[in-house]
């Protein structure tokens, strides 16, 4: 992955070196996954438990991005540590009656944004697709009885949203949508889960240009 990271960032220099306007800048931001779901339902023994997304803490990520201008329109690419937090509330079904406790877990990857946009008035306009690449994570629902965690070293989605610049400043607002489902990591005894609701993220970042 740093191999294909450098890679990607010295062609980019390379390609756009003699076209157009070129900037350099640093970006870093928040961002909230944007989650309603059901929840998840399995055995362990004679137990019934229901795993409830509960809320998610604000992420936050930061790196460089770098922008083209030509024809009006703007390529922006970016390489970005991204870290996000999701609280779960693990329900436990038994004659005692319901028992809740808090879980929590706590993802990093590296992100690769590419967005195309160009100004509409004072505004950008701007979408792309974005490639999230696992690092790796902490979680406490390692304390339930055979949960192991599958991440796959890299998931898709989409960027769509609006953006404003203010001198060295760039201010972004995004909608991300993923191809994943959210928690499609979670396997207990063998069996795969995952929540109806895909991956989505609010994010919100301010760039700085060199």
């Known amino acids: 992955m740093k191999k294909f990271i450098l890679s990607t960032l010295t062609c980019l220099c390379l390609l756009t070196s ?3 306007q070129f900037e350099l800048g640093v970006k ?10 059901e929840g998840i339902i399995f055995k362990d023994g004679n137990s019934d438990y ?3 997304f509960s809320n998610a803490e604000y992420g936050v990520h930061f790196g460089v991005y770098s922008r083209i201008s030509f024809l009006g329109i703007y ?4 390489v970005l540590f991204n870290s996000n937090t999701v609280n779960f509330d693990l329900e436990v079904l038994s004659e005692d009656g319901p028992f809740n406790t808090l879980k929590s877990e706590t993802y990093r990857n590296v992100d690769i944004p590419l967005l195309v946009g160009t100004k509409l008035g004072f505004f950008r306009l701007q979408a792309g697709p974005v490639a999230h690449f696992y690092l790796d994570s902490t979680s406490d629902l390692f304390s339930i009885n055979g949960y192991k965690h599958n991440f796959k070293s890299a998931t ?11 001198w060295r400043f760039r201010l972004d607002a995004l909608y991300e949508t993923n191809l994943s489902k959210f928690g499609e990591h979670i396997e207990i005894d063998g069996e795969e889960f995952a929540f109806d609701d895909g991956a989505d993220r609010v ?8």
């Open 18 to 20: 003699g076209y157009g």
């Open 28 to 37: 870093a931001g928040v961002s909230s996954f944007d989650l309603a779901s």
């Open 50 to 52: 229901k795993l409830n």
């Open 75 to 78: 390529v922006e690419p970016a």
């Open 156 to 166: 898709y989605g989409g960027q769509i949203g609006v953006g404003v610049d203010f």
């Open 203 to 210: 994010v919100l970042t301010l760039g700085v240009r060199f």
